[in-house]
């Protein structure tokens, strides 16, 4: 399950209890059938369709609908129950609450939630949870189950009757309802070993294995991951143990621990210097050429002792390759990861087009989502809708770009997940390239986050859709903006465009205070191409108050744009037609028409 919950709303009379299902869901989006439901956040208009998609995405689905409806369009999608995204059916005047699949892989417990924000009790109908009051194959989190595949087996045993022993200790199955005895025919295992599930035999692995690594700058994967593997197996500890991977925060952007943390599948987490300098005393191994080195008297076992708290201890003290160490410690008890250490932060440099839902790109998207902060012009986030519900908002003026970018790069030092928010595409005229200018010169604490783009769709692009195809040849792009380029730069860039004849998509083509600098592109242009050019002036596309005009080269002035406007200048090649329904469109041909044809081999 991807974390993304659907509420799905097929008329307005379950809106009141849509309403308070949301509010008690932070991030969940409102998807509501057109025509028939207003202000939804996303709207489709084929039911059958849309929950088919939302379910094989893995999105969780409250749908506000008869259980049938859900069930007969879902049912051709059913294969394995453990990899099923939650459903939970509601009553459209919200007095009835089913999980109606995924119940022990989270159905259940989205249930209860919306159970208590609409004051009615979930029917749910899983026999192990009704019964015994536990989910054996959804276990809390810091718990893993071993064997699923024998899940099916075991809970027909034990609901036909029989008893199960407990070897050692879990708090949430001592406190659950199971027929626990001395003997009988099933048992629980709980341990942070290696051991074998049987389906009378159910293994649980409590996360409470920390791994501390160190390595020199450049090691291999390869190296990393053959001194890991043998310490566990060494130690005989089980990989679903393992809570997370451990090490010195100087080793942020090291490939072989990225690597190693990705083969094992386990979360990355780092200590700085200071931090693994408190745990010297328990060290086994210190080392002074390591202190004058990196500041602290070991990494390894100091980070997997940091990890493992103070009641932890080492199973396996400091193990070398040629290049790198390992220490393996236990916890008395699950890691508890988010607190622990800190993560290796992100930053997610993201293009939310024009605004519009229709235009947001799902990697842009799920960036968002994944995002714990979002950065960005205020106007910018408040387009986002219901995506910038839960998380941390931090707003900046127009014009505070620096500022902007600087503040997603701390939060991404910090350890978070930061999303630094541009319209159109960050790449052009926006965010990506000053976030690059200011890691090129940062502290190593910004250069080792994880740094990634996701395009959008341009100003640039959009208007050219609407208009129809006016970028088909060559064209420029020119900010007219000399806020940040001397002006004399911007008019030879002109120049060449005009003498070039190229397709000019002027930006920022007007400002409160900068009124004559599209006077004098216009000028330019006017020199090199005739003054019935067409010209698209586009503004607000894909959000309330969009327009489109085209205009005569002649007749463009700075009355008729501002700086939400993204102006498109044809070139001499560019044409204007009335369509059919009376609709003018502007395309610029790529010359296919004079192609010459292909010449043709002889034959001998």
């Not at 049912?75 to 119940?103: H, Q, Y």
């Not at 393996?328 to 607190?339: D, F, G, N, S, T």
Request: aromatic letters at 4%; glycine letters at 10%; a neutral charge.
């Amino acid at each position: 399950m991807r974390g993304e919950i659907a509420i799905v709303l097929l008329g307005e009379s379950a809106r009141p209890a849509a309403l308070k299902i949301a509010a008690a869901l932070p991030g969940a989006r409102l998807h509501g059938l057109a025509g028939r439901v207003s202000g939804a956040d996303v709207v489709f208009a084929d039911t059958g369709a849309h929950l088919q998609a939302l379910f094989a995405d893995g999105v969780a689905i409250v749908g506000l609908a008869a259980a049938g409806v859900l069930v007969r369009t879902l049912a051709p999608m059913l294969e394995d129950k453990r990899r099923e995204p939650p459903v939970v059916a509601i009553a459209e005047d919200g007095s009835a609450v089913v999980p109606l699949l995924g119940g022990h892989h989270g159905a259940n417990a989205l249930a209860r939630r919306i159970g208590e924000a609409l004051g009615v009790v979930p029917a749910i109908t899983t026999a192990g949870e009704v019964r015994f009051d536990v989910a054996l194959d959804e276990p809390p989190p810091g718990w893993r189950l071993a064997n699923p595949e024998h899940m099916k087996p075991f809970a027909a045993a034990l609901l036909g009757g029989a008893t199960v022993r407990l070897d050692g200790f879990a708090p949430w199955l001592a406190e659950s309802g199971l027929p626990f005895a001395e003997t009988g025919p099933l048992e629980i295992c709980v341990s942070e070993k290696c051991r074998e599930g049987t389906p009378k035999r159910l293994v649980y692995h409590p996360a409470v294995i920390a791994l501390g690594v160190g390595c020199e700058r450049g090691t291999s994967a390869q190296e990393l991951v053959a001194l890991v593997e043998a310490c566990l197996a060494q130690a005989k500890v089980a990989p679903a143990a393992i809570a997370g991977l451990f090490s010195l925060d100087l080793k942020m952007d090291e490939p072989a621990l990225l690597a190693l943390a990705e083969r094992l599948g386990v979360p990355l987490r780092f200590f700085n210097a200071a931090e693994l300098e408190a745990e010297t005393p328990r060290l086994l191994n210190p080392s002074e050429a390591v202190f004058r080195e990196v500041g602290c008297h070991g990494v390894a076992e100091a980070a997997a002792l940091a990890a493992a708290g103070k009641d932890g201890r080492l199973m396996l003290g400091k193990e070398r390759s040629r290049r790198a160490t390992c220490a393996i410690a236990l916890a008395p008890r699950p890691i508890p990861i988010e607190e622990t250490g800190r993560a290796r932060g992100r930053l997610f440099i993201v293009g939310i087009g024009p605004g519009g839902e229709a235009w947001l790109t799902p990697e842009a998207a799920g960036m968002i989502e994944e995002a714990s902060d979002l950065v960005g012009y205020g106007l910018y986030l408040d387009l986002l809708g219901a995506r910038a519900k839960a998380k941390r908002r931090h707003d900046f003026a127009l014009g505070e770009e620096e500022a902007r970018v600087k503040t997603a790069l701390a939060l991404a030092a910090e350890g978070r997940t930061a999303a630094l928010v541009s319209s159109g595409d960050p790449g052009i005229y926006a965010m990506a390239s000053l976030a690059f200018e200011l890691l090129e010169r940062a502290p190593h604490a910004w250069r080792g986050m994880e740094v990634r783009v996701a395009p959008g769709i341009s100003a640039m692009q959009a208007a050219a859709a609407r208009a129809g195809a006016p970028l088909g040849h060559d064209f420029a792009a020119i900010s007219l903006s000399d806020l940040l380029t001397p002006w004399e730069a911007i008019e030879r860039r002109l120049e060449a465009a005009a003498a070039g004849d190229f397709v000019v998509a002027l930006y920022n083509p007007v400002s409160r205070r900068r009124r004559h600098q599209l006077e004098m592109a216009r000028a330019i242009l006017l020199k090199h191409r005739a003054p019935d050019t067409p010209v698209v002036l586009a503004r607000n596309l894909g959000r309330k108050g969009e327009t489109l005009e085209v205009v005569r080269l002649a007749e463009l002035g700075a009355g008729q744009v501002d700086m939400l406007t993204v102006v498109l200048i044809g070139s001499t090649s560019t044409r204007a037609f009335k369509r059919g329904d009376g609709a003018l469109a502007v395309y610029t041909p790529r010359g296919y028409g004079n192609a010459r044809p292909a010449k043709k081999e002889c034959k001998r």
